[in-house]
């Protein structure tokens, strides 16, 4: 059975740093487009980042200059850097991606759990 598996979130103080990590389990053929998003209490999910199966990234404007999304292939990995956190970044975040199981099969978007990333002012 193939999940995304989250990890890395945590309580921090503003200012300081986090990794989260999100590995592909199971058999797949290909990860294509990836992403992390995150949702607050009584938001909407968004967009935080995301990364091309070229390596193409884009950013939400709130994170852009002091979060970095990567992918690892080999390792069937992505990672988000997220530096110099904020209060307003506490929310639970999720990988998202598309995946393609079989070398002839679709590509299915898959989600993770969630991670939850708690900055203290």
């Known amino acids: 059975q193939v999940q995304l598996v989250e990890s890395g979130g945590g309580l921090v103080q503003a200012g300081g740093s986090l990794t989260l990590s999100c590995v592909v389990s199971?058999?797949?053929?290909?990860?294509?487009?990836m992403g992390w998003y995150r949702q607050a209490p009584g938001k909407q999910r968004e967009l935080v980042a995301g990364i091309s199966s070229g390596g193409s990234t884009n950013y939400a404007d709130s994170v852009k200059g002091r979060f970095t999304i990567s992918r690892d292939n080999a390792k069937k990995t992505v990672y988000l850097q997220m530096k110099s956190l904020k209060p307003e970044d506490t929310a639970v975040y999720y990988c998202?991606?598309?995946?393609?199981?079989?070398?002839?099969?679709?590509?299915?978007?898959?989600w993770g759990q969630g991670t939850q990333v708690t900055v203290s002012s």
């Open positions: 199971g058999r797949i053929f290909s990860m294509n487009r």
């Open positions: 998202n991606g598309d995946l393609r199981i079989g070398s002839l099969s679709s590509l299915w978007e898959y």
